[in-house]
């Protein structure tokens, strides 16, 4: 799928199947939206491992941060990618050499020849998509206008 349009069943099949996601790019400051994304994962049960060479060996919300995911100890399902569109060429390259099996690239992040790599390479990818916000909505967690406050419902299924 190396557009930018996915279906729900796509996208909740990536969500299911992972397990441990490796966050590049992921930030120590609380107010960055890679630390917000991490932290709401983490409470969805997902092992999100930081991957950050400027801050390599401290922790961020307990978890050791890593300086590429060359050097993470243990498989990862999924590598959220908090960085540029250019940059992402590399980090997918990367992702195949560690058996990853999905590539999530985060809003903004669009790179047609990385993605198109990756799939070759038989990883799952999305660009230009949010998997907090994907997982939220896929679940029925944010109901209209993003919250979930029960006196608007839709009544769909939910697929996580």
């Not at 092992?47 to 050097?71: F, T």
């Not at 790599?117 to 997982?135: Q, S």
Request: with cysteine; proline share 5%.
């Amino acid at each position: 799928m190396s557009e930018t349009s996915y279906t729900s069943d796509y996208l909740a099949g990536i969500l299911k199947s992972a397990k441990t996601i490796a966050m590049v790019g992921a930030s120590p400051k609380s107010i960055r939206p890679s630390y917000i994304v991490m932290k709401y994962l983490q409470k969805k049960g997902y092992r999100v491992i930081p991957v950050n060479p400027g801050v390599a060996g401290q922790e961020i919300l307990g978890e050791k941060v890593y300086a590429s995911l060359s050097d993470i100890p243990e498989k990862v399902d999924m590598v959220d990618i908090f960085r540029s569109s250019e940059a992402a060429g590399p980090i997918v390259d990367e992702a195949i050499a560690i058996g990853a099996s999905s590539v999530w690239m985060q809003i903004g992040v669009i790179n047609p020849e990385a993605a198109a790599k990756a799939e070759a390479a038989g990883l799952k990818t999305v660009m230009d998509r949010c998997p907090k916000i994907e997982y939220s909505r896929l679940s029925g967690e944010a109901g209209w206008m993003g919250i979930n406050s029960n006196l608007v419902s839709t009544r769909r299924q939910h697929l996580l």
